[in-house]
């Protein structure tokens, strides 16, 4: 039996601009799984709640990250007897549009090799970290253990790349930017 301690956030929050990004375990129909939670730092509203799960897996111990342009990367532990093996290392990828969040399938980044890990105290977890990368903001490394034999685990370091905005909406955006700029300039030269 492994212990997914409970409901405390057990991982960093991750904030952009004034968006707090915060995940913790929680329970949907039985099985353990996981709460994200987006907040206002300005005004300390809840925007958004999303519990993720499955009903064939537990998703416990979980660390999330996010970057300017709404994508969100939530890297955490996966536990079920399939043909996957037991206490795998797994990641979801959110992208926000109108200010919702959705999450895609999930992403198996390791799988675990063994279905009867008992280790001792059955702790687990504790080392989950997500993180953009300082380099470019579509790229996120995200650690996460998972089952290497019956009573060892090890770490998974796993690059996820997100799709940069497509040229032509990078174009629009542009030319919106533009438009108003101009918009601003014509405004402001008759106010003077």
């Known amino acids: 039996s492994i212990s997914t301690i409970d409901g405390r956030l057990a991982s960093n ?18 099985n353990a799984a996981l709460s994200v939670l987006v ?11 999303i519990v ?9 111990n979980a660390s999330i990250a996010a970057n300017s342009f709404g994508d969100i990367v939530v890297g955490f532990t996966r536990s079920g007897f399939f043909d996957d093996g037991n206490l795998s290392a797994v990641a979801l990828v959110g992208h926000t549009s109108g200010g919702v969040i ?19 105290n059955g702790r687990w977890g504790d080392y989950t970290s997500t993180v953009v990368d300082p380099d470019n903001p579509f790229v996120f490394w995200t650690f996460q253990q998972y089952a290497l034999a019956s009573d060892l685990w090890a770490t998974q370091i796993s690059q996820i790349i997100v799709p940069e905005p497509s040229g032509l909406m990078l174009a629009a955006i542009c030319s919106a930017l533009l438009a108003a700029a101009l918009r601003h300039r014509r405004v402001s030269r008759r106010a003077v």
């Open 13 to 30: 929050a991750y904030q952009v601009g004034n968006k707090i990004y915060a995940v913790h375990n929680t329970s949907l129909n039985g």
């Open 39 to 49: 907040v206002d730092e300005t005004t300390n509203q809840l925007i958004q709640e």
């Open 102 to 120: 959705s999450f895609g399938d999930p992403l198996l980044l390791q799988a675990g090799l063994v279905d009867n890990y008992h280790f001792a």
């Open 52 to 60: 993720l799960g499955d009903p064939d897996f537990d998703y416990f």
